[in-house]
T-cell receptor, first 113, second 116 residues
Framework: AQSVSQHNHHVILSEAASLELGCNYS??????LFWYVQYPGQHLQLLLK??????LVKGIKGFEAEFIKSKFSFNLRKPSVQWSDTAEYFC???????????FGTGTRLQVFP | DAGVIQSPRHEVTEMGQEVTLRCKPI?????LFWYRQTMMRGLELLIY????????DSGMPEDRFSAKMPNASFSTLKIQPSEPRDSAVYFC??????????????FGPGTRLTVL
């Protein structure tokens, strides 16, 4: 069965530190890839997505992600985090020809001023 | 567009009572998904519809849960009877199979359900 792994369950950073959150998936075919963010007490919001083309995708709020097909990875990065980035981050994969998003378990990010 | 709309935002009820959660998807979207989020189990897909037809309900916990989509702009998730372990945040999401944002799910604000 397809699965999505987010190895970092809880990340604590100081403001201005660089961020990289890992995401790996277990399907070898064509996939669409997503990162969602959930701020405390709020719903999931789309941060960025990759469907095809340039494997380096830029999203909102200075986030970017790189699709590395050979590694089945779609890691999320931000060069300098802010306190307002404190949230939970979910990676999700949609296998072509299916309807469902397969979500990772999420990574909780805490940024301290 | 107003986005996905859910009501109520908060619901507190007593064990054994019927609970109905409502969702209005984004206009023009042909897919609607119901999720449940808890600390213990994370985000779980309960059921999804395509063109108002239930496609996969394998995530519905048990027969106490039912979902309907009578038309393209409205869906309900019903729990009868409710139990304390049903306490969670229930999200509705919708997506379109066409256009620039195909396959991208947009989430509603959620309903926080507490069953006492």
């Amino acid at each position: 069965a397809q699965s999505v792994s987010q190895h970092n369950h809880h990340v604590i950073l100081s403001e201005a530190a660089s961020l990289e959150l890992g995401c790996n998936y277990s399907y070898g075919g064509t996939v669409n890839l997503f990162w969602y963010v959930q701020y405390p007490g709020q719903h999931l919001q789309l941060l960025l997505k990759y469907f095809s083309g340039d494997p380096l995708v830029k999203g909102i709020k200075g986030f970017e992600a790189e699709f590395i097909k050979s590694k089945f990875s779609f890691n999320l990065r931000k060069p300098s985090v802010q306190w307002s980035d404190t949230a939970e981050y979910f990676c999700a994969v949609k296998v072509m020809g299916t309807d469902k998003l397969i979500f990772g378990t999420g990574t909780r990010l805490q940024v301290f001023p | 567009d107003a986005g996905v709309i859910q009501s109520p935002r908060h619901e507190v009820t007593e064990m054994g009572q019927e609970v109905t959660l409502r969702c209005k998807p984004i206009s023009g979207h042909d897919y609607l998904f119901w999720y449940r989020q808890t600390m213990m189990r994370g985000l779980e897909l309960l059921i999804y519809f395509n063109n108002n037809v239930p496609i996969d309900d394998s995530g519905m916990p048990e027969d106490r849960f039912s979902a309907k989509m009578p038309n393209a702009s409205f869906s309900t998730l019903k729990i009868q009877p409710s139990e304390p372990r049903d306490s969670a945040v229930y999200f509705c999401a919708s997506s379109s199979s066409e256009g620039l944002n195909t396959d991208t799910q947009y989430f509603g604000p959620g309903t926080r359900l507490t069953v006492l």
